[in-house]
Every structure is written in structure tokens, then in C-alpha cells.
């Protein structure tokens, strides 16, 4: 079974730009969550969909959204990029929502702002 | 507010050897947690698990023991490989919340020496 995938991999963009990031969660799986990871940060949690519905979110400027369709995919998107947000975000799916069932996490989108 | 806490940013074990990893955690709800293991340009990988209602949970080299009244769990791996060099993340939830989410530590870097 094909495990999490997220694109792109790398991505680089200059401030004020907008940016929009792809997650496929393994099959079957219907909740995808977002975390961001800086040095020394760990991994900061964005927000977290099941069946299209955003369940869950953390304590992230209104900049950072995101969505989930019908086949469970997701994306983030980041509008007017400051050089903070220059991060590697993740992307971790489950079968279930994540406080009943494990989390698998993707690579990774690693974002540079310039 | 980090709910989750792992005080030592690295550690460095000889090859055969115990490797100890520690965490401690500050909300007296949360009833799961998790080991992740990242290398650097890969998302974080599932390890182990274990229930609030276990002090103790094995899967091979890997032991993880919960201290609940200490709010302590540690992961222990028996004999430390070269390839268990990565970061390793504590992750705690609460399970059957409704509005659950995983919330980590800041990470522990295991380098194992031959």
C-alpha cells in the first residue's frame, strides 16, 4: 500500500507570494492533519480534516488554510509568505481521526521564502 | 504552552549499548502516546505506542515504559544500532476526544557511535 505523498517536495518563493501545498493520504484513509516543523520547533500542528470538515486547528495566523476533497487528498495554502514561514510542512494521514487511531506522516513540502 | 517536553536535545550512545530516550508531558488527559522517528528529508516514521492503561509496551528492540504518576514515559532501544541514529519525537494525545490531535515534543537527536 502506497504510503503518504506530498507535493512538491521542494519549493521556493519570495515574500508576499502565496503558495499552495498537495497531500495524498494513504488509501482508505480519511483524516488528513498538517504540522509545520522549524529548527528547535518541533512540529507545530496546523490543522486537521476529516471527511472535508476541518475538525481541528492550531494557533496559526488566518494566512495558513487549507481544505480536503471528497477522495480525502488535501492541500494547504499559505497566502502573503513572510520569511517565517520557511519550513518543512508535513503532512500525516489516519484511518480514523488522529486521537483513535495512529498518524502516518508524508516527506514533506520543505518551503523556502526568499 | 508545550505540553509535551523531551529536555534532552541530544544524545549519543555507543554502538550495543541502551539508548534511553525522555519525555515528559504536563496534561494529566492525555491517555496516548507515541514514538516517531525522523531522518533528516523524510517525514517522521510510527514506532511504538502505548495506552495510559500500560506502564509498558515491547516490539523487539524497542521498549516503551509510561510513568503516570510521574507524567514520564522513555523510550528504550536495545542494542543500539548505527542505523537508530535520527530524531526521535514523543507525541501525546487524548484519546476519544472529539477533538483530538497530536501534540509533540521539540525532539531528542540519538546518534549511535560503532
Known amino acids: 500500500k502506497a504510503g503518504v505523498t506530498q507535493t512538491p517536495r521542494y519549493l521556493i518563493k519570495t515574500r508576499g507570494q502565496q503558495v499552495t501545498l498537495s497531500c495524498s493520504p494513504i488509501s482508505g484513509h480519511r483524516s488528513v492533519s498538517w504540522y509545520q516543523q522549524t529548527p528547535g520547533q518541533g512540529l507545530q500542528f496546523l490543522f486537521e480534516y476529516f471527511s472535508e470538515t476541518q475538525r481541528n486547528k492550531g494557533n496559526f495566523p488566518g494566512r495558513f488554510s487549507g481544505r480536503q476533497f471528497s477522495n480525502s487528498r488535501s492541500e494547504m495554502n499559505v497566502s502573503t509568505l513572510e520569511l517565517g514561514d520557511s519550513a518543512l510542512y508535513l503532512c500525516a494521514s489516519s484511518l480514523a481521526v488522529p486521537s483513535q487511531d495512529t498518524q502516518y506522516f508524508g516527506p514533506g513540502t520543505r518551503l523556502t521564502v526568499l | 504552552d508545550q505540553q509535551v517536553k523531551q529536555n534532552s536535545p541530544s544524545l549519543s550512545v555507543q554502538e550495543g549499548r541502551i539508548s534511553i530516550l525522555n519525555c515528559d508531558y504536563t496534561?494529566?488527559?492525555?491517555?496516548?502516546f507515541l514514538w516517531y522517528k525522523k531522518y533528516p528529508a523524510e517525514g517522521p516514521t510510527f514506532l511504538i505506542s502505548?495506552?495510559?492503561?500500560?506502564d509498558k509496551n515491547e516490539d523487539g528492540r524497542f521498549t516503551v515504559f509510561l510513568n503516570k504518576s510521574a507524567k514520564h514515559l522513555s523510550l528504550h532501544i536495545v542494542p543500539s544500532q548505527p542505523g537508530d541514529s535520527a530524531v526521535y519525537f514523543c507525541a501525546a494525545s487524548k484519546r476519544g476526544s472529539t477533538l483530538g490531535r497530536l501534540y509533540f515534543g521539540r525532539g531528542t537527536q540519538l546518534t549511535v557511535w560503532p
Open positions: 496534561n494529566s488527559m492525555f491517555d496516548y
Open positions: 502505548i495506552s495510559s492503561i500500560k
